[in-house]
Nanobody, 121 residues
Framework: EVQLVESGGGLVQPGGSLRLSCAASGFTFWNYSMAWVRQTPGKGLEWVSG????????TYEDSVKGRFTISRDNAKNTLYLQMNSLKPEDTARYYCNARLTTTRGDRYNYWGQGTQVTVSS
């Protein structure tokens, strides 16, 4: 059974930090590109950051560049998102996403249940 389980969310004051984790199981984690996506009631789904399967390249949405860092530990089947200098507009439910397109064109796309991040004083 494929599982992506996010953790680490919570309530934090503006300027604070959180570290999100996503524990993966049931699939070959090392072979998948991973991403963090967030959702707010007003803005819908927003891609935040992605990392290639080997971890050698990562990308970020403009509003989080310099504040968030994505990483992965393929030995532990875990994805991370270090969030610093948090702002109220970072408040959202954060989801972990795993994607793979095989050489045959088969597509795999998995989602976790999300973890809530609330930035407020």
């Amino acid at each position: 059974e494929v599982q992506l389980v996010e953790s680490g969310g919570g309530l934090v004051q503006p300027g604070g930090s959180l570290r999100l984790s996503c524990a993966a199981s049931g699939f070959t984690f090392w072979n998948y590109s991973m991403a963090w996506v967030r959702q707010t009631p007003g803005k819908g789904l927003e891609w935040v950051s992605g990392i290639v399967r080997g971890g050698g390249m990562s990308t970020y949405e403009d509003s989080v560049k310099g504040r968030f860092t994505i990483s992965r530990d393929n030995a532990k089947n875990t994805l991370y998102l270090q969030m610093n200098s948090l702002k109220p507009e970072d408040t959202a439910r954060y989801y972990c996403n795993a994607r793979l397109t095989t050489t045959r064109g088969d597509r795999y796309n998995y989602w976790g249940q999300g973890t809530q991040v609330t930035v407020s004083s």
